[in-house]
């Protein structure tokens, strides 16, 4: 059963620069959340998708937005790149009905660089 | 809003020795508390949660935790630790919901624990 899976692994634009990141969820989770974690920071929330559509948002620009698709993959967009975007994205999946007791499947991340 | 704070950024032990993992939180709700672990180049993997009931919670690996709500924490413990514990160490909280909803963990900043032999 394969877990949370996301690409691409490591990542390197420059400023002003366009970024897609993709996640595919667990076998069966319904619900895609989207996380960033600065080096030596821990995870901040950036946004949260169910039935193709945000359902929660995090303190992040409208440069970060986000897309389920009808197999509940999910896709991070960040426009605009500034240096501090640099940084470890996580990729969390659940089922719904599970999310509120901190059932969470993380991916190993994408790491993007921004020069 | 809820905060997460880990005293220690870093805690060096020896192997087999006893350790403990700060957390303190700040929220004006009641809260679900978690810890979760980051080995190197992998995600994160939730060692133990409390959601109610008994104060004192059994995670995965050895570990566990006292919810002390009079003084806003919740410390991970293990009383001998291994060298494949070294990881870092993530403590989250969030705000119980009264729907099925949408819901976000709010992460301290880490503690890395280095174990030496």
């Known amino acids: 059963d394969a877990g949370v899976t996301q690409s691409p692994t490591h990542l390197i634009k420059t400023r002003g620069q366009q970024v897609t990141l993709r996640c595919s969820p667990k076998s069966g989770h319904d619900t895609v959340s989207w996380y960033q974690q600065a080096l030596g920071q821990g995870p901040q929330f950036i946004f949260q998708y169910y039935e193709e559509e945000e359902r929660q948002r995090g303190n992040f620009p409208d440069r970060f937005s986000g897309h389920q698709f009808p197999n509940y993959s999910s896709e991070l967009n960040v426009n605009a790149l500034l240096l501090g975007d640099s940084a470890l994205y996580l990729c969390a999946s659940s089922l719904l009905y599970r999310i509120n007791t901190g059932e969470l499947f993380f991916g190993e991340g994408s790491r993007l660089t921004v020069l | 809003a809820q905060s997460v704070t880990q005293l220690d950024s870093q805690v060096p032990v020896f192997e087999e020795a006893p350790v403990e993992l700060r957390c303190n939180y700040s929220s004006s709700v009641s809260v679900y508390l978690f810890w979760y672990v980051q080995y190197p180049n992998q995600g994160l993997q939730l060692l133990l949660k409390?959601?109610?009931?008994?104060?004192l919670v059994k995670g995965i690996n050895g570990f566990e935790a006292e919810f002390n709500k009079s003084q806003t924490s919740f410390h991970l413990r293990k009383p001998s630790v291994h060298i494949s514990d070294t990881a870092e160490y993530f403590c989250a909280v969030s705000e119980p919901l009264s729907f099925q909803g949408a819901q976000k963990l709010v992460f301290g900043q880490g503690t890395r624990l280095t174990i030496n032999p």
């Open positions: 409390y959601l109610s009931g008994s104060t």
